[in-house]
């Protein structure tokens, strides 16, 4: 059977740990999987403009022995004149496996319905997850077992990062704890399932509106840009519905003094986050970043693996 990667809990707690061992066994020999010999060819399809996606996807294909294909918005007929069903029966004759980062969840699904060969959200405006593989990666590497930390998420709790923030933390059996204005809640649906996993694997999930409450004794805290791509126009009104949530100093001495700063990047220093906070000694995002790389090499070998059984 096929295995895909369209959102955070379509891993087990036991599938996710094995992925992110994986991850660091490839971290430490970066050449030694090459599911893609041959080469075979990944799809990395881009409708947003990416850096880290993109590079980390396209250095991972090439370590693992394949050839990325990467495929822009307006230079294919995906969702123009071809329909998504269309395209994937079309992709899964010629390549491995088919990356895409998109707008719509819905997309995904359908790609993933009709392809033989296993699909990965590389970003959607509801769910982040290969960002979430790479961000458990890093609290591993600095703080040891994830299970019974305590995760906060400060800023948009309505985006996709909180959303899989909430999944994949409470998968790995976290404390989960997100504050966002009001008007930026979790999606309920969202929250109901992160409820749900919490009481498989002991971890808990907790909303708030006020930073402070979400930070006390937090061992990672983490956050992410309040303007996301295509919403640029809103940012006036963000900063104003925003005041109270900059991750600043002031916000950092609530969480425990050896606390992580998580960020998925790009920043914007003295809007969600500070510049002493994130250029500062709690900061750990340049090896977030790296572990992109190693988080998505693991995850194709393990696909790949599980997609043959």
């Not at 949530?245 to 003094?257: C, H, N, Q, R, V």
Request: hydrophobic share 40%; net charge negative.
């Amino acid at each position: 059977m096929t295995r895909h990667f369209l959102r955070d809990d379509d891993l087990s707690p036991e599938e996710q740990s094995e992925i992110l061992d994986l991850a660091s066994r490839l971290k430490s020999q970066p050449y030694s999987a090459k599911p893609f010999a041959g080469p075979k060819t990944v799809a990395l399809i881009f409708d947003k403009s990416s850096t880290r996606t993109r590079v980390s996807f396209s250095v991972g294909v090439s370590d693992l022995g394949g050839v990325p294909l990467i495929m822009e918005a307006g230079t294919s007929q995906l969702g123009v004149k071809e329909s998504v069903a269309d395209t994937a029966k079309v992709l899964e004759r010629q390549v491995a496996m088919i990356v895409w980062r998109t707008f719509a969840q819905s997309g995904l699904e359908e790609m993933a319905a009709n392809s033989k060969v296993p699909v990965i959200n590389s970003l959607s405006d509801e769910f982040h997850p290969c960002q979430l593989l790479a961000d458990l990666m890093t609290i591993r590497e600095k703080i040891g077992n994830p299970k019974g930390k305590v995760l906060s998420y400060i800023g948009d709790a309505s985006n996709n990062m909180c959303h899989s923030y909430m999944l994949a933390g409470v998968t790995a059996g976290m404390r989960v704890r997100v504050a966002g204005p009001a008007s930026y809640q979790p999606n309920p649906k969202i929250y109901r399932r992160a409820e749900e996993i919490a009481l498989q694997t002991g971890g808990s999930i907790d909303v708030y509106t006020d930073p402070k409450h979400a930070l006390i004794d937090s061992d990672v805290v983490a956050t992410d840009t309040w303007i996301s791509m295509g919403q640029e126009a809103e940012k006036e009104q963000k900063v104003r519905e925003f005041a109270g949530f900059t991750l600043d100093s002031e916000l950092m001495s609530i969480a425990k003094p050896e606390a992580i700063v998580l960020h998925c990047l790009p920043a914007y220093r003295g809007f969600e986050i500070s510049a002493d906070v994130l250029d500062g000694p709690q900061s750990v995002v340049w090896d977030q970043a790296e572990n992109r790389l190693h988080a998505q090499k693991a995850l194709m070998v393990w696909l790949a693996a599980r997609s043959k059984a």
